[in-house]
């Protein structure tokens, strides 16, 4: 692992962890490294000492008693930040907004959506719009009959 020194465009320094540099670079270059402090995807690298450990020096003993250590304060927490990039970000807002247009203009029709689409084409029901779950196997059977489905790709809620 590594640790960079960051900045963001704006001149907010942070510090954040990496795999290997080829990580940071990919993670850059798709706008997934972000400022904790106000969002920007344009970072760069800040110079920054390395910490190598040393092999040319003994180890002293440890004394036999030792004074007790003096309190530390804890480190401030980092604020969170978002690893994706404005794209990212903007395109799961979108599939949000097609999610609650979705919710509030059809019916929810769950595991039987495939039997109520089958149905409405063959005229059996009054044609609605319906939402719902359907297998693979479901899916392909629909488009093979001719007819029309279209898969969206659901956030949860908690939109992780």
Known sequence: MIRYALACSKGHAFES?????ASYDEQVARGLVSCPHCGATKVEKQIMAPAVARTDREIAPAPAEAPPPAPVEAPAVPAPFAL??????AFR????????????????????????????????????AIYG?????????????GIDAVAIPWLPDDQH
Do not use: C, I, Y
């Open 17 to 21: 962890w990496f795999r290997d540099s």
């Open 93 to 128: 807002a979108l599939l949000r907004a097609v999610k609650e247009h979705v919710k509030s203009t059809a019916e929810h029709v769950g595991p039987r959506f495939a039997d109520e689409a089958r149905k409405m084409h063959e005229g059996l029901t009054e044609f609605r």
């Open 133 to 145: 779950e359907a297998t693979p196997e479901e899916a392909t059977a629909l488009a093979e009959e």
């Open 84 to 89: 994706m990039g404005e794209r990212e970000q």
